[in-house]
């Protein structure tokens, strides 16, 4: 994956997706004494920085995989762009979904005209019945971080933050699969002027920050966190260029979560949903070291079940 692979891909996906904004606050500037700016993927079609790898990979399938359809298995955001992206380009989508994802994602997928096949929320349960239904359709899989079209489309985010802002000092995103960390390295690796990439995710789904500091890919000793798209594992094709390019990861708290989800809400008054909330959490919780620089941060996606928001009256992690 290359330079050129990064200009085709957003040259690719273009007409069928959002360039998002780049939004600023004074008041978390002043919080994070950093100059901030957020990539916001909230705003993106279906909500979500994944419709970008989504598109991409089906741009490149044949014509004949084309009418075989697609399937994946995802908690959430992939479903959705996976299935707006086969419906805008006339594919039938098949996903897998785990019975614990949250329904307002699966109503989104239900809305885009995909068909879900509902499982038990575990990795292997996710990837038997996305294997049962590739050989039963037809349909060609496609992973929703560990696929290097994926990947490459999903550095289109950070490419576009580069463009916009090509002197940042670092850039922070939330890790579950490795997908946008890893396309958001290879876009800094390329675009950026020495801009550093940080992870950020948290301690009860930690797998990214001991793959790191082991050698290899670990899985998640607990899944219980309020960051429902970062319950996922690395893959062998994102985690090496997580190896070469991301300089380190950051876990933080459910609390710190939370408070810098609200802190968003807040101050900026959009609507990001926990997983996104994530990167910033990282950057406050190791500010000092950040302290002065122009920083980017990827808002993830903005998917969030308002029938289960977790502020509570009082509450807030940062002055």
Known sequence: MNKKELLDCQKRIAPYIHKTPVLSSRSINKIAGAML??????????????MRGATNAILQ??????????VTHSSGNFAQALALAAKSLGVNAHIVMPTSA?????????????????????????????????????????????????????GTAALE?????????????????GGLIAGSALAANYFGKNCKVYGA????????????????????????????GLRTTLGDKNFPII??????????TEEEI????????????????????????????????FKGQKIGIIISGGNVDLGKLPFK???NSYP
């Open 37 to 50: 700016f957020f990539k916001c993927e909230n705003f993106q079609r279906m909500g979500a920085y994944k």
């Open 61 to 70: 399938l044949t014509d004949v995989q084309r009418q075989g359809g697609v």
């Open 102 to 154: 949250p329904m307002v994602k699966k109503i989104g997928v239900m809305e885009y005209g995909a068909r879900i096949y509902e499982c038990e929320p575990t990795l292997k349960a996710r990837n038997a019945m996305a294997d049962s239904i590739a050989k039963e359709t037809g349909a060609t899989f496609i992973h929703p971080s560990n696929d290097e079209k994926v990947i490459v489309g999903q």
């Open 161 to 177: 933050l580069l463009m916009d802002h090509d002197d940042l000092e670092a850039i922070f995103c939330p890790v579950g699969g």
């Open 201 to 228: 995710e948290p301690f009860e789904a930690d797998d990214a920050y001991r793959s790191l500091k082991s050698g290899k890919i670990e899985d998640n000793i607990t899944v219980n966190t309020i960051a429902d």
């Open 243 to 252: 190896q070469k390019h991301v300089v380190g990861i950051i876990r933080v």
């Open 258 to 289: 939370i408070g810098a989800m609200r802190l968003i809400w807040e101050r900026m008054k959009i609507i990001v949903e926990p997983s996104s909330a994530v990167a910033l959490a990282g950057l406050l919780r190791e500010k000092e070291k």
């Open 313 to 315: 009256e009082n509450f």
